[in-house]
């Protein structure tokens, strides 16, 4: 690919538009086929000189601009060696046999090599051209003073071109790159709403859940407690509602104090008993603190929905440790324990916490009991 509107170098036209701009940028280097085209007519040459001369510079053509107009696979590298070697044989044979005027055409064996050929080859490719062309120069009567003005054509036009490939190159890989880049963004983004979402409905419904079947068991004989759980669950769902907007926004940060108040919340709900801290470790920072609440959101919902268990204990304490200070999030249940499934919650977890150069352990403690435990280093993040 080229600059909008230019030459497509080493890429093959695929539009009718494509076709024309590279045909008139091609046509451009052909002027200087006027030398020998002005000897074939007024050099003096016989009718069976010209005639040939004229049928191998139309073949030289030809051959030459199917190598520039198209681009070859990796694979048709020895076509494209064996193509530029036949021009290199045309050069030579018609310059040795008509004359110094038709030295020019090394000219453009050496910008063919480097429009075709692959970096790492046409770098040999044009020098080696540029070497021919100096040969048969000192070979045709008059040629070296022909030498001095097609030795820099020769050598800068056959490295541009080289130049020019590997520059596009660059740019499209460097596109492919950005787009690989947004990509991953767009997964990444996906992936936060993704957990958010779970996170924030899974502990929402479970409370919802568990104050529904307490009002309906409510309902018969106390119609004013099972009245004030109706309500709680009108709250938390609009609460609900609010997380999620937040979430799909991208602005929304759990905090410890919050989400202990809610689990103290959803905890009793359910009839367990809340053995939770009274104040937090002041000043953490944003990042740490939002992928602990997390943790304790999850830790405390799996505790409601699956545990069966009748006390949970939540501890939060910083110490220090050889690799420095680190703070530590720990949730104990005495349910059920069994081994903990590493389902969408868990996972969501620990990709937060490694986040924050954090890490996650959960699982059972002895035959009844769960326990998780989350652990971040001080300073781990900006």
Request: overall charge positive; aromatic content about 6%; proline content about 5%.
């Given at each position: 690919?080229?600059?909008?509107?230019?030459?497509?170098?080493?890429?093959?036209?695929?539009?009718?538009?494509?076709?024309?701009?590279?045909s008139?940028?091609?046509?451009?280097?052909?002027?200087?086929?006027s030398?020998?085209?002005?000897?074939?007519?007024?050099g003096?040459?016989?009718?069976?000189?010209?005639?040939?001369?004229g049928?191998?510079?139309?073949?030289?053509v030809?051959?030459?601009l199917?190598l520039v107009?198209?681009?070859?696979?990796?694979?048709?590298?020895?076509?494209?060696?064996?193509?530029?070697?036949a021009?290199?044989?045309?050069?030579?044979v018609?310059?040795?046999?008509l004359g110094?005027?038709?030295?020019?055409?090394?000219?453009?064996?050496?910008?063919?090599?480097g429009?075709?050929?692959p970096?790492?080859?046409s770098r040999w490719?044009?020098?080696?051209a540029?070497?021919?062309?100096?040969?048969?120069?000192?070979?045709?009567?008059?040629?070296?003073?022909?030498l001095?003005?097609?030795?820099?054509?020769a050598?800068?036009?056959g490295?541009a071109?080289?130049?020019?490939?590997?520059m596009?190159?660059?740019?499209?890989e460097?596109?492919e790159?950005?787009?690989?880049?947004?990509q991953?963004?767009?997964?990444?983004?996906?992936?936060r709403?993704a957990?958010?979402?779970?996170?924030?409905?899974?502990?929402?419904?479970?409370?919802?859940?568990?104050?529904?079947?307490?009002?309906?068991?409510?309902?018969?004989?106390?119609p004013?407690?099972a009245?004030?759980?109706?309500?709680?669950?009108?709250?938390?769902?609009?609460q609900a509602?609010?997380?999620?907007r937040?979430?799909?926004?991208?602005?929304?940060?759990?905090t410890?104090?919050?989400?202990?108040?809610?689990a103290?919340?959803?905890?009793?709900?359910?009839g367990?008993?809340?053995d939770l801290?009274?104040?937090?470790?002041e000043d953490?920072?944003?990042?740490?603190?939002?992928?602990?609440?997390?943790?304790?959101?999850?830790?405390?919902?799996?505790?409601?929905r699956?545990?069966?268990?009748?006390?949970?204990?939540?501890?939060?304490?910083?110490?220090?440790?050889?690799?420095?200070?680190v703070?530590?999030?720990?949730?104990?249940?005495?349910?059920?324990?069994?081994?903990?499934?590493?389902?969408?919650?868990?996972?969501?977890?620990?990709?937060?916490l490694h986040?924050?150069g954090g890490?996650?352990?959960?699982?059972?403690?002895?035959?009844?009991?769960f326990?998780?435990?989350?652990?971040v280093?001080?300073?781990?993040?900006?």
């Open positions: 690919m080229g600059v909008p509107g230019g030459p497509r170098i080493g890429v093959r036209p695929d539009t009718r538009r494509h076709k024309i701009v590279k008139m940028w091609i046509s451009l280097w052909l002027f200087y086929l030398a020998p085209v002005v000897d074939l007519v007024s003096g040459h016989g009718t069976q000189a010209r005639v040939l001369g049928l191998g510079l139309a073949a030289f030809v051959w030459y199917v107009f198209r681009t070859a696979r990796d694979d048709q590298v020895r076509w494209l060696l064996i193509s530029i070697a021009l290199s044989i045309q050069a030579t018609l310059s040795l046999s110094r005027e038709w030295l020019v055409l090394f000219v453009y064996v050496s910008i063919s090599s429009a075709s050929l970096g790492e080859i490719t044009v020098p080696a540029t070497a021919l062309l100096t040969a048969t120069a000192m070979a045709v009567p008059g040629g070296d003073g022909y001095a003005g097609l030795l820099i054509p050598v800068m036009g490295f071109m080289v130049a020019i490939r590997a596009i190159r660059t740019t499209i460097l596109r790159a950005r787009a690989t880049v947004a991953l963004a767009a997964n990444e983004e996906r992936l709403m957990r958010d979402l779970h996170d924030l409905l899974g502990h929402s419904l479970s409370l919802i859940t568990l104050k529904s079947e307490l009002a309906g068991r409510m309902l018969p004989d106390r004013e407690l009245a004030q759980q109706v309500a709680d669950i009108e709250q938390v769902s609009r509602l609010v997380d999620v937040e979430a799909v926004s991208g602005y929304r940060r759990p410890l104090p919050g989400e202990l108040a809610g103290r919340t959803a905890l009793t709900a359910a367990v008993l809340a801290p009274s104040d937090v470790p953490l920072p944003q990042e740490i603190e939002s992928a602990l609440a997390w943790s304790l959101r999850e830790a405390v919902t799996n505790a409601v699956h545990s069966g268990a009748k006390r949970c204990t939540v501890t939060l304490t910083t110490r220090q440790t050889l690799a420095g200070h703070v530590e999030l720990v949730v104990f249940d005495d349910g059920a324990g069994g081994a903990a499934p590493h389902g969408n919650g868990l996972t969501g977890l620990t990709e937060r986040a924050v890490a996650l352990e959960a699982g059972p403690v002895g035959r009844t009991g326990r998780l435990l989350a652990r280093p001080l300073g781990s993040t900006s």
